[in-house]
């Protein structure tokens, strides 16, 4: 009733692949908005070539600026002495935090001096215990040289939510931030690990290309 009475009808959306569901297609074809906002331009394609025919604009998402304050979360690790590679997303299979956590685990397995820090929080199927499951199965699928096991405990992950100033003090204390999402409509931790002024690790493709500098990135 209120879309009928409605002067102007616009839709708001970020969709993270380079197809649109069925169901989307036929509710667009229902409802007709006048103009389509999406948050980056890989969206704006993704749009206009599944046919909507409804005009479609950029915005991107806005972002909270740099923190000043900086709160320590109280953790077993010295990360001033390692040399931090962090994560942060809900932890969901699109987010790519598997071939992460393998990835790392291929290349620094046995070094004491590199950590790598998860932030990330669950749903209703993903409870702390079995995330913590799912990061120890990651991590023993590889094998090093020999077919030796990772024998380092180098993998900590910060479950649930915390403050902007803690997560500012874990940005400020990374070296890199690293997120191989398998789709991403902006990626507003990418955007975030920018903001504090950090180099980051992502996927080749999505919606954070609109705003990463090349100089600031390490594509995978």
């Not at 320590?72 to 699109?94: E, G, H, M, N, Y």
């Not at 405990?153 to 890199?176: C, Q, R, T, V």
């Amino acid at each position: 009733k209120i879309l009928y009475k409605a002067e102007y009808n616009v839709n708001f959306v970020a969709w993270e692949t380079s197809k649109i569901p069925k169901e989307w297609q036929e509710t667009y074809e229902y409802f007709q908005p006048d103009k389509i906002i999406v948050p980056c331009e890989w969206n704006k394609k993704v749009f206009s070539e599944n046919h909507i025919g409804s005009p479609c604009d950029v915005v991107p998402h806005v972002i909270e600026g740099k923190s000043n304050e900086k709160i320590s979360l109280q953790i077993p690790v010295d990360l001033d002495k390692k040399f931090v590679v962090f994560t942060a997303s809900q932890w969901t299979t699109r987010k790519g935090f598997d071939k992460l956590i393998q990835a790392f685990s291929a290349e620094f397995g046995n070094s004491e001096d590199v950590i790598l820090v998860i932030k990330t929080f669950g749903s209703i199927t993903h409870n702390d215990e079995r995330i913590r499951n799912e990061i120890k199965a990651y991590r023993n699928s590889i094998l090093l040289r020999g077919n030796k096991k990772v024998t380092t405990n180098n993998i900590m992950l910060i479950p649930g939510f915390i403050s902007n100033e803690n997560m500012a003090w874990l940005y400020d204390k990374s070296d890199l931030f690293a997120l191989l999402s398998r789709g991403e409509g902006f990626g507003l931790t990418i955007a975030e690990a920018l903001s504090q002024e950090k180099p980051v690790m992502i996927s080749a493709e999505g919606g954070h290309i609109d705003y990463v500098e090349d100089q600031a990135a390490f594509y995978v």
